[in-house]
Structures are given as C-alpha cells and as structure tokens.
C-alpha cells in the first residue's frame, strides 16, 4: 500500500509541476513560483490520494500535525478502486480545509488541556520523588526525562548553572516532558477526511479525463498560488 501510495504522490507531482519535499521535513511537495513583485514563494503541499471517496490521514495525528495542515494547500486525488487510473482531482487551501480540521482539533483539545493543568501541578516534592532531592542536577539527571528527545546542543542549552540544572530548571523540565507525554497520548489514529466533507467542492474538482495535461497543470497551480498569497503560506 505504501509503494501504491508513494506512486500517485509521483504521478500527481508530476501533473502538477510540483517539487517533491526532502529528507525529513514531512512535507509532501512544494509548488515553487515568484508573486506579482517578483517575490520568489514555495507553498507547501499536503498530497493524499483514496480509491474510496473518503480520506486517510495520518497515525497519531495531535497538535503538530493540525498546526502543519493550517500552513499547506491540499491536494486530493480521486483514482478508481485498482487504484491506477486517476479520475478526479482537487485543490483546497486551509480556510476551505478548516471545518474539518477545526472538528479534529476539538475532539483533542480536553485531553490536551487537562495534561497541561496536570503539568502545571508538578511540584519539587514530585521532582525529588522522580529524580531524587540534588543541589545540583547534572546533565544525566535530565536526560533520564527527556532521553532523545533534545540534542546534545538543546541539553546544553538549556544548563543555567555552571555544568548542570538548577532545582527550578530540573522542574521545568519534568514540566515539559509530562506534555510531551501526554500530547502522545492524546492523538486520534488515521482520521478520516469524509466523502461528506469533500462533495461540498464538487464545483472545483479537475478532471484529468476531459482537461489536456497543460490546463490541469494551470488551473491547480493558479488555485494553489491563490491560497498561498492570500493565506500567507
């Protein structure tokens, strides 16, 4: 499933003119072009393909991924149920994706703010329970909390005491890191952008089948650069 999904994601690059994202920076594609002062702009692109009319999202998904989704245009390809023949498309910005993601981001949000009011309650006494009572905490102590996930420049960073952490910055610490462990747990796995949701943009939707490769390129580029400039992506 994921070659198959890997090759529409190509194949619609190359439809589009897009230029696929690199390495680490989970973005799908870009769509590089210069604004009317000759600005030079790459909006990113959020890619997804279905052969069922509703679509998978992403495993996992808490705050990160619905602070990406507001900074990138999406676009959707419809293929038939083999999963070969690309049937329709379409191209929406954030504002018009924002019903959708906003219903996600409330379905998160309680879990997110009851594990920041519980957060916020740790106290020195749970710090001494946890990493024991120091007066000096050293750079062991506080890779025992957050393990890998700071670098060894942030762990330096972050000392404010000659070679280690004070009681205070140890506090802090456990702060951040009893947050990242819940916005872990308060994720929702794969959800579903619905046919409901998709069928209100029935009047956008491109048609491979009937446009030539030329005025598909044109009509989702230029609807993809109408939602970078007027969305600041």
Not at 74 to 89: A, E, I, K, P
Not at 200 to 221: G, H, N, S, Y
Request: charged share 30%; with cysteine; net charge neutral.
């Amino acid at each position: 499933m994921a070659v198959q999904d890997d090759r529409r994601e190509l194949e619609i690059c190359a439809l589009l003119g897009l230029r696929r994202g690199e390495g680490r920076a989970e973005i799908d594609a870009f769509l590089d072009f210069e604004e009317s002062a000759g600005i030079p702009r790459s909006c990113p692109i959020e890619i997804k393909s279905t052969t069922t009319g509703s679509i998978a999202t992403a495993r996992d998904v808490g705050l990160n991924h619905i602070n990406k989704w507001r900074q990138h245009v999406w676009v959707f390809g419809f293929y038939d149920r083999s999963g070969t023949d690309l049937l329709q498309m379409l191209v929406l910005g954030p504002a018009e994706m924002e019903g959708w993601i906003s219903r996600i981001e409330s379905y998160i949000a309680p879990d997110i703010a009851l594990g920041e009011r519980m957060a916020n309650k740790l106290s020195l006494e749970d710090l001494h329970i946890i990493c024991g009572e120091k007066n000096l905490y050293q750079r062991s102590d506080a890779e025992s909390l957050m393990k890998k996930q700071w670098t060894k420049a942030r762990y330096e960073f972050e000392m404010d005491v000659d070679s280690g952490y004070s009681s205070a910055k140890m506090l802090e610490i456990l702060k951040l890191r009893a947050l990242y462990l819940n916005e872990r747990g308060s994720t929702l796995n794969n959800p579903h952008i619905p046919k409901s949701f998709l069928s209100k943009f029935d009047d956008q939707m491109l048609d491979p089948r009937v446009l030539d490769a030329r005025t598909l390129r044109e009509k989702a580029q230029s609807t993809i650069r109408r939602a970078a400039v007027r969305e600041r992506l």
